[in-house]
């Protein structure tokens, strides 16, 4: 990955670092188990005293709870209501989960139309 968009090498640096970050949990994840999904410290780290998935872009634990989220969603071949029945959240919730991100949004309608489904509309 390369960013030049500052003059410091510095800053152009942990850009980089961000965006290949990103990008390993946007394309390049490692299934994780079905039955181990809800006991995964980066998704019980990410959710509210609610139940709710609420992390912000700017959090630490907000790309690993994406790379969990999409893997639920590889799991259930892009059916968002049973991804999210199996993540122990509502489906609404997911959904505005998955809106938070553009690419994340790109990603799973990529993978919905891979198994067939229609493309998810954007609730804004």
């Not at 259930?76 to 994340?104: H, M, W, Y």
Request: charged content about 30%; some cysteine.
């Amino acid at each position: 990955m390369i960013a030049e968009e500052s003059r410091s090498q510095h800053e152009n640096k942990a850009k980089a670092q961000r965006r290949l970050r990103q990008a390993f949990y946007l394309k390049l994840r490692e299934s994780t188990p079905a039955q181990g999904l809800l006991e995964c410290p980066e998704l019980s780290g990410a959710k509210m005293p609610n139940g709710r998935l609420d992390v912000g872009r700017r959090d630490a634990r907000f790309w690993p709870a994406i790379g969990l989220v999409l893997d639920a969603l590889e799991m259930n071949e892009g059916r968002v209501s049973a991804a999210a029945e199996q993540l122990g959240i509502s489906t609404g919730n997911l959904i505005d989960f998955l809106q938070v991100e553009p690419k994340v949004w790109e990603q799973v309608n990529h993978m919905r139309v891979r198994f067939g489904h229609k493309k998810l509309l954007s609730k804004t």
